[in-house]
């Protein structure tokens, strides 16, 4: 009896692809960096209405974040929107917040004051490790799992 034969692997998606994920934002995240990954936990646990769809970021250099400069690939949090549009950084933290139940007043700061939303969230991003440590985050059970 002859084995079926797996489905084709759809080619990559590009910059500005939807990201098929419905109307969920879809947020990438750094395999190997357990500070990422524990923010992703509680934004998993704070997203009561499924309005958040995750993925690893090692998954889509070559397609969704084909257009970023290698050092910007891996540098921020990606949120997708259901359109195409990509948002990274702050940005990007702005837009989950707007997803989850409760944060809108965070996330209305955070698009009301764009430019320190993003250095505050560029100066964690720098010092990840460090937090990482500090909050004993960087042994996360998925770090450095692409997997997944």
């Known amino acids: 009896m002859p084995q079926p034969s797996a ?3 759809p080619p990559p998606l590009r910059p500005g692809d939807p990201p098929a994920r419905g109307d969920r934002l879809l947020l990438l995240f750094d ?8 923010g992703r936990d509680l934004l998993r646990r704070w997203d009561r209405h499924d309005r958040l769809a995750d993925d690893l970021i ?3 250099l070559d397609g969704l974040l084909a ?3 290698a050092d ?20 990007a933290l702005a837009a989950a917040l ?3 139940p409760g944060a809108w007043p965070a ?3 955070a698009r009301a004051l764009p430019g320190p939303t993003d250095r505050a969230y560029r ?8 937090i990482s440590r500090l909050l004993r985050t960087q042994g996360h059970p998925e770090r450095g799992r692409v997997d997944r």
């Open 7 to 9: 489905p084709p692997t």
């Open 107 to 109: 996330a209305r700061v």
């Open 123 to 130: 100066w964690m991003a720098r010092h990840r490790i460090a």
């Open 67 to 69: 257009d970023l400069p």
């Open 98 to 100: 707007e997803q989850l």
């Open 58 to 60: 090692q998954r889509h």
């Open 31 to 38: 395999a190997n960096c357990g500070f990422c990954l524990s």
């Open 72 to 91: 910007a690939q891996l540098a921020t949090w990606h949120a997708i929107h259901p359109d195409g549009r990509r948002e990274s950084g702050g940005a």
